[in-house]
């Protein structure tokens, strides 16, 4: 069966310093692979989404990017966060065309 | 352009009551629908699942949610509340992004409550 693995559960980091949240995916080959972020009191949004190593397709101008370096894996990275930044952060998976995405556990992010 | 309006921000029940979520849908295109779960600091579940088959869709943990296309609806529902079922639940839409990948949009959230 398919599972997904989000790491670190939570992370505290200070304003200005860089970050890199990381999603691997098992079970499964060329996944589509997304990230969401989810802010206080507000739904999720979209900020990438890639079908294949290194294709990467970004939703929302930010301060964040994101990678595909191996077929499963997929990080979440900033050279220097914002206050904004803050938020409860999600990776997911699927398969082709409108199936359903699967949701790994989460990232709770902190800016201080 | 696909969006889903979730009727209700905090909705509370008593144990063994009926659970009513509402959520209502705009497609130009069939549309593919989702109900999701989240408990507190943990990832979102799938509950169920609409792609066109059958109008009544079952999904996990009693629940179940009807597409009713002339009322653009699918709403969720389960017959008797149980105090595990309290969660932010979502109801999301598919949208095709190109070939083969879609991005889900989510609704707000309706926040679920169970009194004793």
């Known amino acids: 069966s398919q599972t997904i693995h989000q790491w670190p559960a939570t992370l505290v980091q200070p304003v200005g310093s860089p970050l890199s949240l990381e999603c691997t995916v098992e079970?499964?080959?060329?996944?589509?692979l997304y990230w969401y972020r989810q802010a206080a009191g507000r739904g999720l949004q979209l900020l990438f989404y890639?079908?294949?190593?290194?294709?990467i397709s970004s939703e929302v101008p930010q301060n964040l990017s994101a990678s595909r370096p191996q077929d499963r894996q997929f990080i979440l990275s900033s050279k220097k966060l914002l206050l904004s930044d803050s938020g409860f952060y999600l990776c997911?998976?699927?398969?082709?065309?409108?199936?359903?995405?699967?949701f790994g556990d989460g990232t709770r992010l902190s800016i201080l | 352009a696909q969006s889903v309006t979730q009727l209700g921000s905090h909705v509370s029940v008593s144990e063994g009551a009926l659970v009513l979520l509402r959520c209502n849908y705009s497609?130009?295109?069939?549309?593919?629908l989702f109900w999701y779960v989240q408990y507190p600091n943990q990832g979102l579940q799938l509950l169920l699942k609409y792609t066109s088959a059958a109008t009544l869709v079952k999904g996990i943990n009693g629940f179940e949610a009807e597409f009713k296309k002339s009322e653009t609806s699918f709403h969720l529902t389960k017959p008797s509340a149980h105090m595990s079922d309290a969660a932010e639940y979502f109801c999301?839409?598919?949208?095709?992004?190109?070939?083969?990948?879609?991005?889900?949009?989510f609704g707000s959230g309706t926040r679920l409550s169970i009194r004793p």
């Open positions: 890639s079908v294949g190593i290194g294709q």
């Open positions: 999301a839409v598919s949208v095709a992004l190109y070939s083969s990948a879609s991005k889900i949009i």
């Open positions: 079970g499964t080959s060329n996944p589509n």
């Open positions: 997911a998976w699927s398969v082709l065309g409108n199936q359903p995405q699967h």
């Open positions: 497609s130009s295109v069939p549309p593919y």
